[in-house]
């Protein structure tokens, strides 16, 4: 069975800090992972996409992350956070395109000036 | 092209009534789902559809009914509300089952 742990519920970092975001995975198959942010009081946005090709995902907004078998992780990183980037971030984990969606508890990013 | 659309935004109702949440997309996917979002507990799935007339139960299904009449329509019914269905409801659609969901942007219902 798949299940997605967010290690982190709440992160908070100065605007211009570096933006970490982790996320642990467990999946009997080589997964698809992803990474939505929601906004407040918005639906959700995709914001990048794993799914067996490059480890290190490119998104929009300036986040990538990397997909790391042997830590079975997919973390979400920023280099540089913008007050705009506060919001709630899910990962997700699918074992397949045949297969549900599961989401993450979420991790709230606060961004201080 | 307008994605995926949700009815109402808000809505307040007294326990024991019934109400339906209204979805619809325009990008012609098979697939559509109903998730609720309770505070600090993620996307929980209700009930989704793999295609018109074709319906399955999700994580949570109790106290909610669903129909597929169309591509498009995916309306969520609660028949007897209850306290503990006070949440944010949304709305997603996607090609296949674990691709990419776009997400309508949610109903929130406060049962009292």
């Known amino acids: 069975a798949q299940s997605v742990t967010q290690l982190d519920s709440h992160v908070s970092v100065s605007e211009g800090t570096p933006v970490l975001l982790r996320c642990n995975y467990s999946s009997s198959y080589s997964p698809s992972l992803f990474w939505y942010v929601q906004h407040p009081n918005k639906g959700l946005q995709l914001l990048l996409k794993y799914t067996s090709a490059a480890t290190l995902v490119k998104g929009i907004n300036g986040f990538e992350a990397e997909f790391k078998k042997s830590e079975t992780s997919f973390h979400l990183t920023k280099p540089s956070a913008h007050m705009s980037d506060a919001a709630e971030y899910f990962c997700v984990v699918s074992a397949s395109n045949t297969d549900k969606l599961i989401f993450g508890t979420g991790t709230r990013l606060q961004v201080f000036p | 092209n307008a994605g995926v659309t949700q009815t109402p935004k808000f809505r307040i109702l007294k326990i024991g009534q019934s109400m339906t949440l209204q979805c619809a997309q325009d990008m012609n996917h098979n697939y559509m789902y109903w998730y609720r979002q309770d505070p600090g507990m993620g996307l929980k799935l209700i009930y989704y559809?793999?295609?018109?007339?074709?319906?399955d139960k999700g994580e949570v299904p109790n106290g909610y009914n669903v129909s597929r009449s169309t591509t498009e329509d995916f309306p969520l019914r609660l028949e007897l509300a209850a306290p503990s269905q006070t949440s944010v409801y949304f709305c997603a659609s996607s090609q296949q089952l674990g691709e990419t969901q776009y997400f309508g942007p949610g109903t929130r219902l406060l049962v009292l």
């Open positions: 559809s793999v295609g018109a007339g074709i319906t």
